[in-house]
């Protein structure tokens, strides 16, 4: 079992990949996922900056998640502009024939104005038109710990929803 491929910069893969001299094949992550999913219960996959951030010049992270039958969680960073990025993110996910899961509310602006009236202005509208649960809304966290954000999101929530 090897990651298919690691790149060095935390910055979107087909610009990364270019300077590594990379060429990402969604093949090869598909073969290796598949890999993994004979010695796991349970394989997450974590997207690289959004559902359709580009691989290289034909493909990008939502052909990959097509690929892999993958249901989608979406992670709603909460600024200026949310609502819109979600429900655009949601209608992209469903017109690739993909499960939105479930979406995640992330605090990344500290500033941010009416974020109860946006979170729940999301609710609202990703339950209706998907049945897409709130799964959790992850605080401003001063460290970078996935365990400590995992406890914020809502573990039976999800697994409810996948077993549908």
Avoid at 57 to 86: K, Q, Y
Wanted: proline letters at 5%.
């Amino acid at each position: 079992m090897s990651t298919p491929y690691l790149l060095r910069e935390p910055a979107a893969p087909h610009i990364v990949a270019a300077r590594e001299g990379v060429q990402l094949d969604i093949a090869h992550i598909v073969a290796c996922h598949h890999d993994v999913e004979q010695l796991a219960d349970v394989v997450v996959v974590e997207g690289v900056g959004g559902f359709r951030v580009p691989l290289d010049d034909m493909w990008d992270t939502s052909d990959l998640a097509f690929a892999l039958e993958l249901p989608v969680i979406l992670v709603v960073g909460l600024r200026l502009g949310c609502i819109n990025h979600a429900l655009l993110s949601a209608e992209a996910i469903a017109a690739r024939g993909l499960m939105l899961a479930g979406w995640i509310a992330n605090a990344i602006d500290p500033d941010m104005a009416c974020v109860t009236e946006n979170v729940e202005a999301i609710r609202q509208r990703l339950d209706r038109q998907y049945s897409a649960p709130l799964l959790g809304t992850i605080p401003r966290l001063d460290g970078k710990r996935a365990d400590e954000a995992a406890t914020y999101i809502d573990i039976d929530a999800l697994l409810k929803r996948l077993r549908r």
